[in-house]
């Protein structure tokens, strides 16, 4: 587990980070910045953070950035971060897909390896001048495909790989949500509004929002490539500018087919991305919705369930899995609301002000101190043969 | 969500803080160290990390602690940091549960705020001992029980709270694991070694373990006190020195009935924590190995299946709540994979050496390509009425 | 699978049964008569169906029954069946539970076999009665704990005594439901009163209705007795005259241990009957609700899931499942409402008036015309390379 | 609860029931008399149960029926019901697909009224002409297209047709299965024989067999017609005759679309059928592996567990449950698998002879006794405040 390895990693000095989006009101980009922290690898010391000069500065202010390295725009923050001696190493690019071409290119170009939100941009041209770009830099560019980092698809893609499965025969791909399902970028939601804004996402909208996560995936496990697709595009919802479902018929390479769905007007479906391959000789179903097991049925055996971290993983997926098997990823979060709810709680004592009282949830000394009366008791009855005894506290 | 609550927290300073356990080959003190980093309110500054002195050094030295903040001894540590001006605010203690009395006492008493993992330690004599030094010394004291954390826990005390389930009659609580079902203390397996010794755990081995989870997550959602307990405890593996498996009938206030299973014997459970909770009005079913939902049975109504962040959930437990519903919480983890892998990456390149293959399955540009050929791709086929379009990449 | 089984059976001759109990507005009766149907090898003919004379007659003229086999008392149906020549080979008695013990004797004292419904009966001295009565008539005595004729459960219990699992240590058994969380006996519900009335169930109310299901099943997959049990019995509902929350500790033969809780007040649970056996060397998981999968969890191995007629069952569970594997044994009464449905149509055209509107969701030739236009169209579709095709129908 | 609804349903006489098909070897056959006998609406009394004379007449020997009634060929059959004055009501026609046309025909043509297996046939000429002999005929004719029989399926039409879902925009419909993935026709397997045989089940494979399902069960919940469809059908396993794997996209009146997946080459598929629809108020799931359950989302708003015979079922559903919810339809057969073992120790005590020693797992009065004891234990150790009892037996 990559917790023990957090450690050797820390042997290596921090990255030094920059961002361009992610200021006040963005979502992904404050998720860029709370997974750079994760593995203690990166600081976080510089950023264009808007595009509007007077938010980009108080975003930076907010986020406790040097003044001198909170920039105006991203030609000025690649110009000077590559000057510097303590210039960033590499920059996250977090605004709507429309400007990633040009923020990435004017980084790569500054020498500055880059890592990007996806899709890759809104048109085949940006897309191949982009790859010309990396190429021509020599930088690491990394795109933010975040559900090829999940230890079960890692796993699913070792297994396939070590033909486990046999050749490939289908793929079925999809990724439903509902929160378009009504006309909700007319309500002011800046999430809703990049997305269905042609001129900010590009010609696609569900299709490249979450269908490209989808055919990433099928692509990412199976290493087959596409031969030919077959689409059906539709927008359901009125006036909307761009696609909100997305049907597609697929042939792969070497014989295999596959069916992927997407769609953002489907209720009930919060973030239901799921892959199914199947071979000649088995099948694996992940889900990500419960995503730390993999389906594994070989041909006419017993299926197994295969847990992260459990009997039955390999090297792939336990590298990049940071807690035993049957704590679900969520282990972190939980742990991590106790440390800041305890760090109000120690502000507020600091400066002699009532703590949040939502933060008084947190466990203390009484709690500690009715776990071991309750051991006490718990000891005492059982020794006792039987009797039935009042805890202490 | 408080991605967003991030921002306007990071107004307060970061808070200074030290650790005492936690070296090398630890598990728990790993995990305090990423949570802590996690919200970005605390900056890792000082530690005691093992009762060996070289181990704690070497331990320091990998961590990136400034030497001078590498201590020997908790005792050396509680007095050197009290006397700085920019001593640590709080102190984590991951020890094994019996120095957790010593430990935490030494730093309320030097003025320092402690976060304690669970069990608060050994014998009711300590805890007592422990509430008169937090109670003496006016300092924050966090139990980190943190399963208490979770959003869906937190959600279901504030529906307790709020009379939904109208009067309390049952708890049903269970923690059950499988890695102790053979005897890998003998294996020298450093968790089950002082997990299963009394010297460093204390009289109760599961019970401590895992049974003070269960009872503290119940009593966390409930309010309700317990009248009296019977109890049938077990070591099932030969020779073992502690218990591991816990049966006990519980009677709570206010004629409220209960029952707490715990076991480190029951193969085929990895973690599975699971609380049910029945009123007069309703029941409640959580299980931490899908934590992101909570069941919501009233009485003669179709059950509802609550998801984090949707509908139906309210501000104690989307507070703590980080990424939209459906996102697991392993969303943030896959993520920060990718950026761990990007820090590979960027190392190698910055190196001049190859990188580790694993980190190779990072998407890049290629990947990028291959996203926008698709959506071109795609919208050509739909918007050509159906036909079959091979992708350009 | 006994749907072929059914074939040979039937070589045997059918059995002459009858019934006592199971008139008109009464449950089990009409469920006894049904299975009894199911595999063709009962045809049922003779009934006292009623302790009311007036209520057995028309009972039995509603079922068809004749009129000379329609019986006023038990007593007066044993001596007259047992004089015949064709009288019944086996009497179902599907009474209250305070009069299984008279009637199953007066059968057994007429040389006539028994099928029983379960509690046996009320009090322990009944029960050693009744063992005499069976040991010195020589006759079959059946008791329906009708949960141990589960594929699944046959399956648990050959896998047990194979020793897959090794020496059991833990048996966790609980049963609950939530109907009677209100005092539903005082609103006329039939099923509700006589189970919560002393006179009828005994003094056992949730205990003997469900828990000892719960326990027949421990019992049987495990073939563990019992050394000793610890109990709580609850009645939550004010003024209940019997149980309805059974909470228990167990300690099994050769050192196994156990917890049952049974409960008829936890809302959210219809019928939430579960098993969980834990041994030396792996764990079984059932669940009623889910009934065709058996998790099977061999330590430190990839779990399974063992599924009814599947991969890893064998023989004693195969002979008892009428179809194939992922087929839910709902098939077949899916497959039985058509029938039903198409009777009804049948008798309307016969009896020229018309059907009940709901039968009438039944498919017919419509549908059939519209799926044979579905296949020519998706042949079309699909052989002209990809083209839009409308079905005809 | 049709269990009671069968009561007053025996007020009319039972319809005497013919076969053609069915004999022995026949798995289809099987289930239809199984079901027919399920509410005791139908006798059997006449068959011609092959194509081949001597197996037609051996087959009708087993199943009991009188030799005068076991036909050498369907039209002899259809010839002699009609002249008898106690000829049959209604034939099942359960003949491999391409002899459904003439069998059919010749019945409705004799005054017969028909239930037929599906697919109707194996060609649109087929199709239309049967049409017109079922209006000809003014016979009914009924299709089997049983996954319609199942109460949530019921209930989901109804809801839809309420207005629940408001206008449907999506139809997600899928029917895997896994035991084609070989193969196996090649074996000896009769099933998979005539399957893949295009002479006996026409120009479809998988389409045909479960295609046809999935777009039935799309169609009945919907009520929407298809207007045009594009499809992709492959055979994967080298040498098949037919199709094993089907992919559509579908577009259907109203500009509602939908994609739909068939394969009989995916394994871990058992019996995989699974719809889903979402309108633009609320979305709709069911899985036939756990059918007993209709998740309802409602845009927005918590989503609900519907359970079979549960708070927010329905008339239409209701009407075709025969058991309470949470009781698994499996119960019923559970139940009879009961009353089957017990009708081999009972012909064994009359014939003198062991019992077949798989039956002997059935509970008795050994059983019976135990829960009696089990009972007085519990009683005695909760009422004595808490000892530890042996129970008796």
């Known amino acids: 587990m990559s917790i023990e390895g957090s450690k050797s990693n820390?042997?290596?000095r921090r990255l030094r980070l920059g961002m361009v989006g992610g200021g006040q009101g963005a979502f992904i980009g404050a998720v860029h910045r709370l997974v750079a922290r994760m593995d203690d690898r990166y600081d976080f010391v510089a950023g264009a953070l808007s595009s509007d000069p007077e938010r980009a500065k108080a975003s930076g202010a907010e986020l406790g950035l040097d003044p001198d390295r909170t920039y105006g725009s991203y030609e000025a923050m690649a110009t000077a971060e590559a000057a510097r001696n303590d210039g960033i190493d590499v920059v996250s690019v977090v605004t709507p897909n429309n400007t990633h071409h040009p923020v990435a290119k004017a980084f790569l170009e500054a020498g500055i390896h880059v890592i990007c939100d996806k899709p890759l941009c809104t048109t085949l041209?940006?897309?191949h001048d982009m790859r010309h770009a990396v190429e021509a830099s020599g930088k690491v560019f990394v795109l933010t495909h975040n559900y090829t980092g999940f230890p079960m698809i890692r796993q699913a893609r070792a297994m396939v790989e070590a033909g486990e499965l046999g050749r490939i025969r289908l793929i079925q791909a999809?990724?439903?949500?509902?929160?378009?399902a009504t006309k909700l970028e007319d309500s002011g939601n800046k999430q809703a509004g990049w997305r269905t804004d042609p001129k900010q996402s590009g010609p696609a909208g569900c299709l490249g929002d979450i269908g490209t996560h989808a055919y990433n995936l099928a692509r990412f496990v199976t290493g087959l490539g596409c031969d030919s697709l077959m689409a059906d595009l539709t927008s359901f919802v009125d006036g909307r500018a761009v696609d909100d479902n997305v049907s597609i018929l697929l042939r792969f390479e070497d014989g295999a087919k596959g069916m992927l769905w997407a769609s953002q007007v489907a209720p009930g479906n919060d973030?239901?991305?799921r892959l199914r391959i199947y071979g000649e000789k088995a099948g694996l179903h992940w889900d990500q919705e419960n995503p730390n097991y993999l389906r594994f049925a070989p041909l006419n055996q017993v299926p197994q369930m295969i847990t992260r971290g459990g009997a039955g993983t390999g090297e792939m997926a336990n590298r990049v899995s940071r807690i035993p098997p049957g704590h679900t990823e969520g282990f972190l979060e939980g742990f991590a609301n106790i440390y800041s709810d305890a760090?109000?709680?120690?502000?507020a004592a600091n400066d002699k002000r009532p703590a949040d009282p939502a933060a008084c949830w947190v466990p203390g000394i009484k709690e500690g101190l009715e776990g071991?009366?309750?051991?006490?008791a718990t000891i005492e009855s059982s020794h006792g043969g039987g009797v039935w005894v009042k805890p202490e506290a």
Do not use: G, P, V
């Not at 999809?174 to 378009?180: G, M, N, S």
């Not at 760090?343 to 502000?347: F, G, P, V």
């Not at 071991?372 to 006490?376: S, V």
């Open 174 to 180: 999809e990724y439903a949500q509902d929160w378009l």
């Open 271 to 273: 973030n239901n991305l």
């Open 125 to 127: 041209e940006e897309a």
């Open 10 to 12: 820390s042997r290596q």
């Open 372 to 376: 071991i009366a309750f051991i006490a």
């Open 343 to 347: 760090a109000e709680l120690i502000h």
